[in-house]
């Protein structure tokens, strides 16, 4: 495996590029593979929202315009 330990991935379990490396879940602790990128938006949506999901608790980042924006606001929420 070339994956960095904790970056985020995306809907597809594929690092996402150019993202920081992902901070833990502040509420269960989980690290970033359990951290995922989900889209919002129909499949057309022209003006998708992104959000990080923690897998094992549920918790929601904050939404995002683009997917790296997304991961960023997720680590900048303490
Ligand atoms: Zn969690």
Redesign the pocket.
Do not use: G, R, T, Y
């Given at each position: 495996m070339s994956l960095p330990d904790n970056s985020f991935t995306d809907m597809d379990g594929k690092p996402l590029e150019n993202a920081p490396e992902a901070e833990s879940?502040p509420?269960?602790g989980?690290g970033a593979d359990?951290l995922v990128v989900e889209r919002w938006g129909a499949e057309d949506d022209p003006d998708p929202s992104y959000h990080v999901e923690?897998l094992?608790?549920g918790?929601n980042g904050p939404q995002n315009d683009t997917a790296v924006g997304a991961a960023e606001a997720w680590n900048a929420r303490k």
């Open positions: 879940c509420f269960c989980s359990q923690c094992e608790c918790a």
